[in-house]
């Protein structure tokens, strides 16, 4: 247990390092920053994984059960994502000075709960939780890198730091793609409802039931959908727009680390 802590505290110094890296190429307008912040953010998600594992093979079970499992695993498929994205769309790598310090708001989190050992219940023991927890996490790295693009936006609207992002693409530019990674979000995020019925099926008899969690994922996906329909559709200014990603963003933040530990649904705390 030690070598895991020692391999997840090296991570989130990483982690810290790299944000730290980001805000100031963003502040300095320099992108000689982008490849030190990128090998940070890499040495980071190696370690993070390795410490991930070390403890997935002491206890026998994935990261599925307390809120520190589930909040490290999250760290690290957010921003594993967020790194492809970051690699992939260059022109988004500014954003990165807003998804850092959202992301350490977890990191602190996952700090204060400390480590706890559970146990694997036998519902949990099906190749559909896999799946059911890979598209979700697919979806909200998608909206993570959305919400980047989004906070841009609003900043600018409301003067808020706009010179240091001269380098991105305009508002338009910045609101098309955005909602590209909310539409690959929409499909994951629908996946996931089918993969968690599915699921449910095979663990209690039965695809639905309405329980807390189950109501909550569904209005997220309903307001993604209708967040989508109206990007489509209506063609709201970019700020508008920006709105409803960080809405869908805290929609699914919340259904994801919040419903789970208040109610006592069935699957409560498996995400």
């Given amino acids: 247990m030690e070598l895991e802590l ?11 390092v790299s944000g730290c890296v980001a805000v100031i ?27 991930i594992g070390l403890r997935w093979t002491r206890l026998g079970y994935g990261p599925f059960i307390s809120m520190f499992d ?32 959202v992301m350490f708001i977890m990191m602190a989190w996952l700090v204060v709960i400390g480590p706890v050992d559970g146990r694997l219940p ?24 959305a919400l980047g693009m989004a906070l841009v ?21 910045l609101d098309e793609l955005s909602y590209r990674f909310m539409a690959l979000g929409f499909i994951f995020d629908a996946l996931m409802l089918v993969a968690g019925g599915i699921w449910a099926q095979d663990a209690w008899g039965r ?3 309405w329980d807390p969690l ?14 989508l329909h109206t990007r489509i559709t209506l063609k709201p200014s970019p700020p508008v727009g920006a709105v409803l990603i960080v809405l869908v963003f ?22």
Avoid: C
């Fill in 6 to 16: 020692k391999m997840l505290w090296a991570a989130l110094v990483a982690y810290v």
């Fill in 25 to 51: 190429g963003v502040v300095l307008k320099k992108k000689k920053y982008e490849t030190p912040f990128q090998l940070f953010l890499w040495l980071a998600l190696i370690l993070h994984t390795v410490a």
């Fill in 70 to 101: 589930i909040l490290s695993s999250n760290v690290l498929s957010l921003l594993f994502f967020y790194a492809l994205a970051y690699w992939r769309f260059r022109p988004i790598r500014p954003t990165s000075a807003f998804v850092l310090p």
């Fill in 122 to 145: 036998p519902t949990y023991d099906t190749i559909w939780l896999y799946i059911h927890i890979g598209f979700g996490k697919i979806f909200m790295g998608a909206a993570l890198v």
């Fill in 153 to 173: 936006i609003l900043s600018r609207r409301f003067n808020v730091g706009s010179s240091y992002f001269n380098s991105l693409p305009d508002d338009k530019s």
């Fill in 207 to 209: 695809y639905w039931a």
């Fill in 214 to 227: 189950e109501t909550w994922s569904f209005i997220t996906w309903l307001t993604l959908a209708f967040a």
């Fill in 250 to 271: 805290v929609l699914g933040y919340l259904t994801f680390f919040g419903i789970p530990f208040i109610t006592q649904s069935p699957h409560k705390g498996v995400i």
